[in-house]
């Protein structure tokens, strides 16, 4: 019998648990969770804690025990501390006996994450200062908001960071974003980044540009924080800048790292060293745009990689296609979109890049609940290539920015766009669909 | 100079003589409408009897005087009644003054769209039996409701029919829905059919399955629709049963005609007779999928069709490369819609055709407001090419269908399905996507 040891039980690694048991329910599987919960919805946090679901439990997609019933053994608390994949053992720490304990393997899947950066600043230990990650920062979170916080500084004005200022705000605090960069949601390109900030404006949320936190401080606990452009009152700060993959294990291994020291597999998820597979925000992944490694960290590819790495172990066909980049994330009523490339990013990739932004409507000119929307599109001089896309508007309507990600998948071209068949009637857009109007502007 | 003449002002006319007239001002181009309006959105007729969209006029893109400004002359209630293509002249009859006259052209369109197919029943000439088409139908239709009608009878449950259900209802009708098949929307699969059905019932809309119409009584206006399953009062009867296209001139002209009797053309929407085209309605369409011709009249096909007749009327390379199937439609809270082929359809194309249907989430399991979206996935059995989808739920989570129409222009299969990388956040789906999820089932 096989045994198969995963290390770490979140998205990507409890996907791998599952899957592979799924198909071959002869494997052996234990999965060792470092924090003290499995197979959670990391995304849903925000909505949590500004109140929206009522319970962090919610999140939890699978338990141990309904692992049990399914044949796999999920152990929280456990946090693998080292490798010999000469002997094929794992050395675990139960995080809550203090004890430690060894384990045998056949196949080893690495799943150990990301964790969030915690910038060396002073005051960063203070009481009140936080990051986001795990189940547990959730919760911490939620208690400090329900023991009475009523100022929220939040380090950092990427997706999770704007996120969490809707989160606080709805809850009833008030919220200060401080950001180093002059734009929020770089990653989403420059229209994103200003209807942001206008959305977040409007909503009374304090936003600080070009601003270097240098301290925070306080007795125990936060007080103030202390910026570039003066200092900021807080009993609340959330550190929101960035993450950084769980490579020790790997590097202990000697496995080959990539872009941002996270591991580079192949399309079955293979680290190069026998039996060893990697998943998830570990991982660095195949962008299919620029063709080069690239490191995003998301749960969704993490899942995906999972059950690709499950459907191996269990001696399937079956392989990681690799990114386009797609994600999107609602700050307030907003929506924000993106696929591919920024043009930013496109030119730093070496691409000749063109763009341009359109906006229209959501809905027909004539129906009623019509929101504006901004559709850009990024291609490649000469060829046309399409390389990205970023939508901005309201509800659901950014979520065509899928149909751009499936054409990137095919190396498509703004023609290709410009030629689609897409659904219409007036509820749900113009009689030319945002992507298409988008797509003639392009082509003009 | 080159004179333009274009038979139809609506949606394929008047983009080919806008498009031509921005890519060469110095063409000279009249449009004839046959009706009393040109530009109009015929899709958002619904909404207007309903009462949610305040004024008829709303649905009005363009009029006249604005095409006049962009030097286009459009000339309403003209019906052109011949064409002598040896001496490149039309007749034109002005409906207001009675009147005949002629013009000369040098390239002709035929966008003559198409009409609604009146049964020949009894009574089927009664006061109050109306059809849907023109914004003239769609003004009787408001006065109907206006003079306080109480109760209507719609024949026909394709999605026409139902979004008039919807109208009606929500102006305060009674509505009964009269259907000769044994299914609703039957071109949108079984899923849908059954969905639909559910939907009316609970909305109070009465509805007849497998129910012929034999007659319409009254005296003058129309007091009940006999059925083959009994009679219905009514004091208000819409006829949706079908269109056909309005192929007069084209026959006249001796042009090829395909499905439905439908002009067929290449992909510059020549007709095969020199400096003849035809766009719109009025067309047969390359469909993709089944690599046929095939009649799918729509305006947003017919606007995409009318752009690229401008262009090369215009001396610009363009190509319409056909259409996949997709539509998309509102029944109350509910949305359906479909791209490709049906289960049924794709056997009938001569597809060995497999299909699977499955229920997941349109938002994150946890969060709040998600409803149910069924995804049906129809795919060639061994080659596992996508031949179509069709997707139930509510607001805009089924334009997700898209995903799939552009995966059909590429010829994609399940697999690319399923490796597409697509954008995830709770408000917006759940951590797989329905779409995944739906390739992910089909798959196994």
Redesign the interface.
Same mark, same amino acid.
């Given at each position: 019998m096989t045994k198969v040891v995963v290390v770490g039980g979140v /998205?990507g690694g409890m996907s791998a648990a599952s899957k592979a048991k799924r198909e071959d329910p002869s494997l052996d599987i234990t999965v060792y969770e470092k924090s003290g919960y499995i197979s959670y919805?990391a995304?849903?946090m925000p909505?949590v804690i500004s109140g929206? $679901?009522p319970k962090l439990e !919610?999140?939890l997609?699978r338990t141990p025990e309904k692992m049990a019933e399914r044949g796999v053994t999920a152990r929280v608390n456990c946090e693998v501390t080292e490798v010999d994949h000469a002997r094929r053992r794992v050395t675990v720490r139960d995080l809550a006996s203090g004890k430690t304990f060894g384990d045998a393997y056949d196949v080893l899947v690495l799943a150990t994450g990301a964790r969030p950066v915690r910038p060396k600043l002073p005051g960063v230990d203070l009481g009140g200062v936080y990051t986001l990650r795990q189940m547990e920062d959730a919760a911490t979170l939620q208690e400090a908001v329900a023991r009475g916080a009523k100022r929220a500084v939040i380090v950092g004005g990427s997706y999770v960071g704007l996120e969490m200022a809707e989160a606080f705000s709805e809850a009833g605090l008030e919220v200060a974003v401080v950001e180093r960069l002059d734009r929020l949601l770089a990653s989403f390109g420059p229209v994103p980044s200003k209807l942001a900030l206008e959305e977040l404006e409007a909503r009374g949320v304090e936003v600080s540009l070009n601003t270097e936190v240098l301290a925070f401080e306080g007795e125990e606990h936060v007080r103030h924080v202390l910026t570039s452009r003066g200092a900021l009152e807080a009993d609340l700060v959330l550190v929101s800048v960035g993450v950084r993959p769980n490579n020790e294990l790997a590097k202990a291994l000697g496995l080959t790292l990539g872009p941002a020291g996270a591991v580079v597999t192949d399309a079955q998820l293979r680290t190069g060293l026998e039996d060893v597979y990697a998943v998830g925000d570990v991982t660095a992944v195949h962008h299919?745009v620029t063709g080069s490694l690239a490191w995003v960290p =998301?749960?969704? @590819?993490a +899942? #995906?990689q999972g #059950?690709v790495a499950g459907e191996v172990i269990a001696g399937k066909e079956a392989r990681?296609?690799?990114?386009?980049?797609? *994600? $999107? @994330? !609602?700050v307030f009523d907003r929506?924000f /979109?993106t696929?591919g490339l920024t043009p930013e990013a496109a030119s730093a990739a070496g691409f000749k890049a063109k763009s341009t932004t359109t906006e229209s409507r959501d809905r *027909?000119?004539?129906?009623?609940g019509r929101h504006p929307i901004h559709v850009t599109l990024v291609w490649e001089e000469g060829t046309e290539r399409l390389l990205g896309a970023q939508i901005a508007g309201y509800? &659901?309507?950014? !979520?065509? $920015?899928?149909?751009v *990600?499936?054409?990137l998948?095919?190396r498509?071209s703004l023609r290709?766009l410009a030629? =689609?068949?897409? /659904?219409?009637?007036?509820?749900?857009?113009g009689?030319? &669909?945002p =992507?298409?109007v988008a797509a +003639?502007v392009a082509l003009e």
């Open positions: /998205a919805g995304c849903g909505y929206q $679901i !919610k999140l997609a299919l =998301l749960g969704d @590819t +899942n #995906r #059950r990681f296609r690799g990114v386009v980049g797609t *994600a $999107i @994330t !609602k929506t /979109a696929t *027909a000119g004539y129906y009623p509800g &659901d309507a950014p !979520k065509r $920015i899928d149909v *990600a499936a054409l998948f095919g498509a290709d030629d =689609l068949d897409l /659904a219409y009637a007036p509820p749900f857009g009689v030319w &669909d =992507l298409l +003639n």
